[in-house]
């Protein structure tokens, strides 16, 4: 089993910054993807930026230039640098990891985004 815990939401202005974090434990070999995905109220489930065991990253066009994402693999731990933040980036965040192709997923973390 994979076990993932989120930190570090809450209520920020818009043009300020958040970090969120994510730690995982359990059964944590091989793991590959991990990332971060949003859900606001009424939208669908989207994802936000995901990186690899090899570093390599991902971003929504949404996001790309404000957000940036990071992972130790040594520490099983990703992080979401969330900068210039907009409205509209207001969503309960998900952190979510992949192992032999299944998808593990956190409680999710509320950030909001006052205008």
């Known amino acids: 089993q994979v076990q993932l815990v989120e930190s570090g939401g809450g209520l920020v202005q818009a043009g300020g910054s958040l970090r969120l974090s994510c730690a995982v434990s359990?059964?944590?070999?091989?793991?590959?993807?991990m990332g971060w995905y949003r859900q606001a109220p009424g939208k669908q489930r989207e994802l936000v930026a995901a990186?690899?065991?090899?570093?390599?990253?991902n971003y929504a066009d949404s996001v790309k230039g404000r957000f940036s994402i990071s992972r130790d693999n040594a520490k099983n731990t990703v992080w979401l640098q969330m900068n210039s933040l907009k409205a509209e980036d207001t969503a309960v965040y998900y952190c979510?990891?992949?192992?032999?192709?299944?998808?593990?997923w956190g409680q999710g973390t509320q950030v909001t985004v006052s205008s």
């Open positions: 359990g059964t944590i070999f091989s793991i590959n993807v």
């Open positions: 990186i690899t065991s090899g570093g390599t990253t």
């Open positions: 979510f990891a992949t192992r032999y192709g299944r998808d593990y």
